[in-house]
Every structure is written in C-alpha cells, then in structure tokens.
T-cell receptor
Framework: GNSVTQMEGPVTLSEEAFLTINCTYT??????LFWYVQYPGEGLQLLLK?????DKGSNKGFEATYRKETTSFHLEKGSVQVSDSAVYFCALSEGGYQKVTFGTGTKLQVIP | DAGVIQSPRHEVTEMGQEVTLRCKPI?????LFWYRQTMMRGLELLIYFNNNVPIDDSGMPEDRFSAKMPNASFSTLKIQPSEPRDSAVYFC?????????FGPGTRLTVL
C-alpha cells in the first residue's frame, strides 16, 4: 500500500536559517504529492503540491520538487521566520484513489 | 468562500453522553472526509463520503461511532456513548480535484 515517511521532529532552528524537512514515499503508481501545514489550534492547510515528476511546488518561500527517481518530496525554505513555527505534513494522493495518505508530521520551532 | 465550517469548536462532555459533531463542506466539493487527530496516533481517517454516500468507513474505531451526510452541505459525526479515549481533535475536510481543504476542527474532551 501507499505510505509516506517524514523525518522525526521536532526541528529547532534560529530565525533566517535554512530549512529542510525530508519526505519519502511509497506508491504503486504516479501520485500527486503535497505539503500541508498546521499552525497551533488550527486545521491543516495546503502549503504546496506537485502532480508529476520533476514538478516544483512553491508557496510563501517554501519549495519542494517531485523526485520520482528517489521517491522524495523534500520541503525547503531558504530563510525561516518565527511565524513558520508549525507542524508540517507530507502527503500523497494516487490517481483515482480518493484517500490522502499523510505522514506523521514534523514539528518546526523557529526561535528569534 | 467561507471554507469548511465545523461546530462546535470545543466540546466537553462526560463519559456515556452522546456527542454530535457537525460539518459544512465547501460548496461544490463532492468528497467529504472525517479525521481524528491525537498525539499518540497522529491523523487518522475515520470515514469519507462521495456525493453524500459513505464510501469507506474502515477507519471508524467501533460501533459507537456513526457518520451521516443527509445532503451535500451537511455532515455529522456522532459518538454514542462517548468514552474518555475518544478525546481528540476531529477534523472535517472536503475535496476539490486532488486537494483536501480542512476545517478548523472540534476539540472533544470526554471526562
């Protein structure tokens, strides 16, 4: 079956540091890949997505590239801010299969 | 659009009581999902609907849980009787193409 593996958190960074959160996936076909973000006390929000190999999703300074050869979708940001502190979920949705498979989430804490 | 709307935002109840959580999906979305989130188990899919019809309820933990979607703009998740281990945040999400949009959640505490 499908699965998503994320790096364990929490990740603690100083403001303006470079961020990478690793995500790898297992799927039988050609999934769409997502990053969702959950701020404290809120629901998950779509941050970015990519629907085919070599696509790059980007939003709010975050980027992730769909790498089919390494089955990865790592999240990056060049300079994090305190306001980026949240839990980040990697996820996939495959073809006509309607469920989304979520990773376990990675908590990011950015300190001033 | 107002997004996915859930009510109540917080619910505190005593063990054995019936709890009903409500969700209004985004207009035009034909899929609706109910999730539960806890520290121990993370995000779990409970059930999802397509065009108001339940498609997969394999994630519903036990018979105490039930969900309905009487029309395209309303769904309920009911727990009867509630137990302390049901304490969690319950999310509703609706879907357009391949993207799910989540509501703010209902934080349920069962004493």
């Amino acid at each position: 079956g499908n699965s998503v593996t994320q790096m364990e958190g929490p990740v603690t960074l100083s403001e303006e540091a470079f961020l990478t959160i690793n995500c790898t996936y297992t799927a039988t076909g050609y999934p769409s890949l997502f990053w969702y973000v959950q701020y404290p006390g809120e629901g998950l929000q779509l941050l970015l997505k990519a629907t085919k190999a070599d696509d790059k999703g980007s939003n709010k300074g975050f980027e992730a590239t769909y790498r089919k050869e390494t089955t990865s979708f790592h999240l990056e940001k060049g300079s994090v801010q305190v306001s980026d502190s949240a839990v980040y979920f990697c996820a996939l949705s495959e073809g006509g299969y309607q469920k989304v498979t979520f990773g376990t989430g990675t908590k990011l804490q950015v300190i001033p | 659009d107002a997004g996915v709307i859930q009510s109540p935002r917080h619910e505190v109840t005593e063990m054995g009581q019936e709890v009903t959580l409500r969700c209004k999906p985004i207009s035009g979305h034909d899929y609706l999902f109910w999730y539960r989130q806890t520290m121990m188990r993370g995000l779990e899919l409970l059930i999802y609907f397509n065009n108001n019809v339940p498609i997969d309820d394999s994630g519903m933990p036990e018979d105490r849980f039930s969900a309905k979607m009487p029309n395209a703009s309303f769904s309920t998740l009911k727990i009867q009787p509630s137990e302390p281990r049901d304490s969690a945040v319950y999310f509703c999400a609706s879907r357009s193409t391949d993207t799910q949009y989540f509501g703010p959640g209902t934080r349920l505490t069962v004493l």
